[in-house]
């Protein structure tokens, strides 16, 4: 699970928008989930392009697949679209507010071709529809180890 910039901030800010569920809440949500399903989840957030950059590049080999919320990187980041398609991982995309709903700039996604799926507007349930979907999706293409 890979949480881009200002996703720290959740829960503290704008809750009428991204809801009271902090990071901390959705991780250990994710990962009560994952469970019930025997997969493992390992999560991180960074508020920079290349970290992101780095953590999807690193995620080959280390993982079957991917959730990523690229927060503003998702309508602007080609590095990031170029990182999803060169992992060679699944990657669900994954937003907390339906993100057609908004603004016209948060109607594109830069990342969205490279990602086998995208989940958005569900609130927190997000996180979780996206890594049941990846789940479903790693299992129907034979792809899933762990
Ligand atoms: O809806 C989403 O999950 C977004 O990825 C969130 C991004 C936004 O730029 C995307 O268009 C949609 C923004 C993340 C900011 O998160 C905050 C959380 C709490 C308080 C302030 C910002």
Request: net charge neutral; charged share 20%.
């Amino acid at each position: 699970m890979l949480h881009g910039p200002n996703l720290n901030l959740l829960g503290t800010r704008e809750p009428a928008i991204y809801g009271t569920a902090t990071l901390a809440d959705v991780d250990a949500r994710l990962r009560s989930v994952a469970d019930s399903v025997g997969a493992d989840v390992e999560a991180a957030q960074t508020n920079h392009e290349g970290v992101l950059v780095d953590r999807v590049q690193q995620a080959r080999g280390a993982f079957d697949g991917v959730v990523l919320n690229a927060g503003g990187y998702t309508h602007t980041s080609v590095a990031l679209l170029d990182a999803v398609r060169a992992c060679g991982l699944p990657v669900v995309e994954c937003h907390i507010s339906n993100t057609a709903a908004r603004e016209p700039f948060r109607r594109r996604s830069r990342i969205a071709p490279a990602c086998v799926g995208t989940v958005a507007g569900f609130g927190a349930e997000s996180y979780v529809l996206a890594l049941r979907g990846l789940v479903a999706h790693l299992e129907a293409s034979g792809r899933r180890t762990g």
